[in-house]
C-alpha cells in the first residue's frame, strides 16, 4: 500500500547553529602516542552472535581506528564544554596553512557523529 505521507528530511542547521554545538565524544577507550596522535578502540560487534562468533575464533571485538593530526586534534577538544566554533579555531592555529579547514572540520565531525564515535548538541 502506498502512502501519501512525505518523509521528512533532516533539517540541516545553519552554520551559524553547527559552530554552536558542542561535540562529545562517546564512551570509547582511546590512547594517544607521543606524536599526539589519536587510537580509538571501536567495538566489531554489539550482537551476542558476533560476538560469540568472534570468541569462537579466539578474536577481540574491537579494532583500532587511529586519526591524522587534524582528527586527533579535533577528537581530543570535543569534550562537551568546547564549541565547534572553539575547535575551530584551535584547528586554525594548529594548522595555519590547512585549506578550506572549517569544510574540513564540519565534514569531519558530520562523519564522527554518523559513525557514533561523537554526539553532536
Known amino acids: 500500500m502506498l502512502s501519501n505521507k512525505k518523509e521528512k528530511k533532516p533539517i540541516k542547521p545553519t552554520e551559524e547553529e553547527f559552530l554552536r554545538y558542542r561535540p562529545k565524544r562517546a564512551d570509547f577507550k582511546w590512547e594517544e602516542d607521543t606524536n599526539g596522535i589519536v587510537k580509538l ?67 569531519f565531525l558530520q562523519n564522527l557523529s554518523n559513525l557514533g564515535y561523537i554526539e553532536l548538541w
Open 41 to 107: 578502540k571501536v567495538k566489531k560487534f554489539k550482537s551476542n552472535l558476533g560476538k560469540s562468533f568472534l570468541n569462537l575464533i579466539k578474536k577481540e571485538n574491537y579494532f583500532s581506528a587511529s586519526m591524522d593530526r587534524l582528527g586527533s586534534v579535533v577528537w581530543k577538544n570535543s569534550d562537551g564544554n568546547k564549541t565547534v566554533e572553539d575547535i575551530l579555531k584551535i584547528v586554525e592555529k594548529e594548522f595555519p596553512n590547512e585549506k578550506n579547514i572549517n569544510q574540513r572540520l564540519y565534514l
